[in-house]
């Protein structure tokens, strides 16, 4: 009998707002994207060998199912994190085949890699029939990127991918993991994303240590509110109060988290009003503090914002995701959508040399899996 091929695929993600408030146990407002990662996969009959293909770069791998551990950096690390992550959770696997790609674009600040992680768990979930639910598959592939890709990362890349829906935002309350649908119609404006089409090499390295600014900022606060378990719990008052006893750049780091954590919910409400000035104000406001405050910007993202600036049909632009290249967000009239591209695109070449590359945004659902 010829064996069932899965065919799983997982989307990229956007985030409206809440940038690096996730892993400090905070609010994040992504949506899952159209761009997606496909991943196919077949049982090869073998106990424990697994050959891995990458469509879009044509290299391939394989390794053992009882034998193996991350290498230097690549889409292997990915795909042995997601292996690893199943097997810790009892997942009985047996020797596979897949080939992968997408188009959700590499370093582009749309979680490329949640993509893949999710379109493989998922994917495997139902060739094994492992009866994992979505968040085992969310967590999994979290950890995944913990300790095969060395990226302590949040849950919102990996929870967008999964549970997205068509059409709307979530309001995710990376604490509890309770969650919430908004609907996103918004009537004369649109969304875009302009890719930089650069990713700076500290991406990861700043990553992992604003992370541990933040846990440095919580325990120097713990000494006069023993009660905080994160910043989550911190107010802005509580913040200044104890101000000269955090070094300046500890001090910046927990105000964007406090702030932008205000702004998630700020800017849920002004999506829910349709007070789409608003939500373009809180955005402008999220990437300056992503900025200044928490430094996880670059030249190209912030020349791309700057040209936004006193244009009357751009309610708002920021940076997006992580940080350090990738995209930015713009909230802008629909009708001035191509112009503005244009515009962009020119002023960008010219002043680095790089293409853009701008995505019209369309909200759609999460992972999904068919067999043929
Ligand atoms: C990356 C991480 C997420 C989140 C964002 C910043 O995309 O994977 O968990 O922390 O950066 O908001």
Redesign the pocket.
């Known amino acids: 009998m010829l064996e069932k091929t899965i065919i799983a695929q997982s989307p990229g993600r956007i985030?409206l707002i809440?940038?690096?408030?996730?892993?400090n146990d905070g609010f994040?407002l992504p949506a899952a994207v159209a761009q997606k990662a496909t991943f196919k996969l077949v049982k090869n009959g073998s106990e424990k060998i697994v050959n891995i293909q990458s469509e879009n770069q044509g290299n391939r791998y394989s390794f053992a199912l009882d034998n193996f551990k991350p290498i230097g950096n690549g889409w292997e690390n990915y795909v042995m994190g997601v292996v690893h992550e199943l097997q810790k959770i009892g997942a009985k696997l047996a020797g596979f085949d897949g080939v992968f790609g997408g188009d959700v674009p590499i370093g582009g600040g749309m979680?490329s890699s949640?993509a893949l992680e999710c379109s493989l768990a998922y994917g495997l979930n139902e060739l094994f029939n492992l009866g994992l639910g979505k968040w085992e598959i969310i967590k999994a592939c979290q950890m995944a990127?913990h300790n095969f890709v060395g990226?302590r990362?949040?849950?919102?890349?990996q929870f967008a991918s999964v549970m997205g829906q068509k059409d709307h935002a979530m309001l995710l309350d990376c604490r509890s993991l309770e969650f919430k649908y908004i609907p996103c119609d918004f009537e004369s404006y649109q969304l875009i994303l302009l890719n930089t089409n650069v990713s700076h090499s500290l991406a990861s390295s700043e990553?992992n240590t604003r992370r541990r600014e933040c846990e440095i900022g919580v325990k120097i606060l713990k000494e006069k509110f023993p009660t905080i378990k994160n910043l989550r719990d911190v107010s802005i008052q509580m913040l200044n109060e104890i101000s000269a006893q955090l070094p300046d750049e500890i001090f910046r780091r927990c105000k964007h988290v406090i702030l932008e954590n205000q702004r998630v919910i700020a800017g849920t409400e002004s999506l829910i009003q349709k007070d789409f000035s608003r939500l373009g104000q809180l955005i402008y406001q999220s990437h300056f503090s992503l900025q200044n405050d928490y430094e996880v910007s670059c030249e190209e993202l912030d020349f791309l914002v700057d040209l936004t600036i006193g244009k009357d049909y751009i309610l708002g632009s920021r940076m997006m995701?992580?940080g350090f290249g990738g995209c930015t967000l713009v909230l802008l009239e629909d009708q001035k959508v191509d112009q503005f591209i244009n515009f962009a695109a020119e002023k960008y070449k010219n002043k680095f040399r790089i293409n853009l590359t701008p995505y019209k945004v369309s909200i759609e659902n999460g992972a999904s899996v068919t067999s043929l």
Do not use: K, R
Not at 18 to 23: I, M, P, Q, R, S
Not at 153 to 157: K, V
């Open positions: 985030n809440g940038e690096h408030t996730d892993y994040v979680s949640a990127e990226i990362c949040g849950i919102m890349d990553y995701g992580g």
